[in-house]
């Protein structure tokens, strides 16, 4: 197929609109999955091909090595012969260009590029020699100084930003003095520099306009407010438009990412900056059946800054969404595993995704797709019982049950920082190697009694040993856990060895933690021993070796996006998770929160589970959860909403059974524009009688769920499992229900 027969029948209408014209400004939203990649990607070809464009005057510019790799691979099988591609790349790595080729214009001629290392080890060197350590974190300045770079365009802007903290602006112009004395620049620098040397230099400005003719710019509602002022000066002089043509492409109903500087403000306002800028809305959706974008649709006309659209697709389908609303956490990720369970006999889970708002949520999730031997990753993030803080709890209680334990010696003696350094940990292990049969207490008794500490060490192993007192492995584990963090001032330590997001993330997942043992301590007569016995029973299985390349995802909406999945379950749509307990007070704050949640959603192509609960444990109090506000904005009759708190296993079992078996199906569009699509469900042949999962009911034995069905040349076999036990019946004798 020519590019020229793809333009004409596999684009519609309005991406037509945004890939024929040759020369002006285009503004294009492009709605969740409708094809913005392709679009933007096809203009390049066409520019090419049909207007004869040199690929040398055309440049794209993306966010990701990733987006413009594919990109690139696009653009190459559209045009399918050999010779040169348009530049495609992020911001940065084509202002680096830009800087490299004109360094001549440089204040030095030659430099290096730091690394985020070297950004914090600078810093260290300043808040050192300042007598700083105690008030301020390196990453702190460093964060500092990247704020200022992004949302600052010159000196008056940057001085607004620091107002009266002169502290910090004198750390700003230490830093950045050190950085230029040795040649140095560092990430931001890359689009500071770029964007001087356009505004300073009209000769430089006026031979790159001569030979960059055409812009592209992809995920436009992620820009800065430095990349937008960098975009102007590319295309602009003397405040009019300058090239021939300029496409950004963008939604600003997915702009996700504030905390990263992005100002969805840049594409709202874009035509305030471009007056001749045509836009183009591209509404119709290609990845999700029409119930999915109902949904979508509903949530986010309640945000009021942003361009209004409604998403549309040519698939119909019915009953795509459900809604379910469990008792507590546990509940919720029996739930998720049970659907999960059913799903992967029936079109399998590698195309299936859980979702939710921060990582500490994913603590119970994980536990019940254990229970069920559900394989899973978990993406952008690592498992729970694998993170840093937790593992340095555990460690500490581990000791308590073990303390001949080495390695949780190892982790525990220096976390939080003690002053215990490496000379410490070295008479300290070479004292144990000499008494192997010694416990790591009575070997800190020793050195204590010895003298041979110096005195801010002696009282820092004496504080170690105190942080134990009073437990041990009888001990009830939620005591033991909460004292540990009190005791070695867990908290503070976190707030101050990182940033502060960082830093309330890892506080959260503790927290989890202290629900997950309380949870624990209702189901058992829990001791110490007993709990971290469980916890190695979980690890064991986190990591055993899977037989099967099937496996469910796991992650954040943030890191969910350009993502899509057949099946998709949103977990824990409750107030004070999405949104955020952060976000509340403030409506652009709230906004983003909910365009959070239409990202999710529209992640989901073939079906979308939504799950919530009545209550959560917070503080070791179980707490009433109220469902999001954003539920609310769900019509009713969108998505059939249950109540599951009071369901057992196998009332859930026969509510996803009828969803999976009983609904119809998907109807693929006669003729689809996207040349990837293939529908996830078939058409099926005549379901047989009976199916795995299925409910039933036998006059002795009363309800029960089937495990296996064995098909005799005569009589069909079912095995079931009953609250009695497991039993192998003829068929005949069973009811459905």
């Excluded at 964007?195 to 592209?216: C, D, G, P, S, Y």
């Excluded at 410490?424 to 049969?437: G, I, K």
């Excluded at 939504?610 to 444990?617: E, V």
């Amino acid at each position: 197929m020519s590019f020229k027969e793809f333009f004409e029948q596999n684009l519609n209408p309005e991406q037509q609109q945004v890939v024929e014209p040759e020369k002006g400004v285009l503004i294009v939203t492009a709605g969740a999955g409708s094809g913005k990649t392709r679009v933007i990607t096809a203009r390049m070809a066409y520019l090419i091909t049909q207007h004869h464009i040199p690929a040398s005057q055309i440049i794209a510019l993306t966010f990701t090595n990733k987006a413009a790799k594919e990109m690139k691979e696009r653009i190459a099988r559209f045009l399918s012969h050999e010779g040169p591609l348009p530049y495609v790349g992020t911001f940065h790595s084509y202002c680096l260009r830009i800087l490299k080729s004109n360094s001549h214009l440089l204040p030095f001629k030659s430099f290096s590029l730091m690394d985020e290392a070297d950004q914090e080890k600078l810093a260290r060197d300043l808040i050192t020699e300042k007598g700083l350590t105690k008030k301020l974190r390196p990453g702190q300045l460093v964060a500092f100084v990247s704020k200022l770079k992004n949302e600052a365009t010159d000196d008056q802007e940057r001085a607004k930003l620091w107002g009266d903290d002169l502290f910090y602006r004198d750390l700003y112009y230490l830093y950045e003095a050190r950085k230029t004395a040795a040649h140095c620049l560092d990430f931001d620098d890359l689009l500071v520099h770029t964007l001087e040397l356009f505004k300073k230099n009209e000769i430089f400005k006026k031979v790159f306009q001569e030979h960059v003719r055409h812009v592209l710019v992809d995920e436009y509602q992620d820009t800065n407010k430095v990349q937008h002022a960098l975009l102007k000066e590319l295309t602009k002089d003397q405040g009019t438009f300058s090239l021939d043509s300029l496409c950004v492409v963008g939604d600003e109903d997915q702009s996700i990412y504030s905390w990263r500087g992005a100002t969805v403000s840049n594409i709202i306002n874009f035509s305030k900056d471009f007056p001749a800028a045509r836009s183009i809305t591209i509404e119709r959706n290609y990845r999700s059946v029409q119930p999915i974008l109902h949904i979508a649709n509903e949530v986010i006309k309640h945000n009021a800054f942003r361009n209004p659209k409604r998403l549309y697709s040519g698939r119909d389908a019915d009953d795509s969404v459900r809604m379910l609303t469990c008792q507590s956490g546990h509940q919720e990720g029996e739930a998720v595993a049970l659907f999960l369970k059913m799903l992967r006999g029936h079109s399998g889970i590698n195309s299936a995704a859980i979702l939710y708002r921060s990582h500490f949520q994913s603590r119970s999730l994980e536990e019940a797709l254990i229970r069920h031997s559900i394989p899973y990753k978990i993406m952008g993030g690592i498992q729970f019982y694998d993170r840093l803080e937790i593992k340095d709890m555990l460690a500490y209680m581990r000791l308590l049950v073990n303390p001949y334990d080495r390695l949780a010696f190892a982790r525990a003696i220096n976390k939080p920082s003690r002053g215990l350094g490496d000379k410490f940990e070295d008479l300290f292990y070479e004292t144990w190697d000499m008494m192997p049969f010694e416990t790591y207490a009575g070997i800190a008794q020793m050195l204590l009694q010895q003298g041979s500490l110096t005195a801010s060490k002696h009282e820092a192993l004496k504080d170690f040993l105190k942080t134990f007192e009073g437990f041990s492995s009888t001990s009830q584990p939620s005591k033991v856990l909460n004292a540990l963090i009190e005791r070695t001032h867990y908290y503070t330590y976190l707030d101050s060895a990182f940033e502060k997001e960082e830093a309330v993330a890892k506080k959260e997942n503790l927290k989890e933690l202290i629900n997950g043992v309380l949870f624990f301590e209702e189901r058992h007569e829990a001791t110490l021993d007993s709990f971290l016995q469980e916890v190695s029973l979980l690890q064991e299985q986190m990591n055993a070796p899977e037989d099967t390349s099937e496996y469910v995802k796991l992650m954040t909406f943030h890191a969910a996006k350009g993502l899509e999945f057949d099946t998709v379950i949103l977990s824990g749509i409750e107030e004070g998770i999405l949104p955020s307990a952060r976000s509340l007070g403030n409506q652009e704050s709230l906004e983003e929160e909910r365009r959070l949640l239409y990202v999710g959603i529209t992640r989901a192509r073939e079906r979308l589970l939504i799950t919530r609960t009545k209550y959560r444990y917070t503080y070791g109090t179980l707490t009433d959860q109220q469902p999001s506000r954003f539920l609310d904005e769900i019509p009713e009759g969108h998505a059939p909403q249950e109540d599951a708190s009071y369901w057992k296993e196998y009332e859930l079992i026969r509510y996803f059974n009828d969803w999976f078996f009983h609904r119809a199906q998907p109807v693929a569009p006669k003729s689809s524009d996207d040349l990837n699509y293939e529908p996830a469900f078939q058409e099926e042949l005549e379901e047989p009688s009976w199916k795995q999962y299925q409910p039933v009911y036998h006059a002795k034995f009363g309800q029960g769920i089937i495990e296996k069905i064995e098909q005799k040349s005569t009589s069909t076999h079912l095995t079931i499992r009953f609250k009695t036990g497991i039993k192998k019946l003829d068929a005949s004798y069973i009811t459905s229900l």
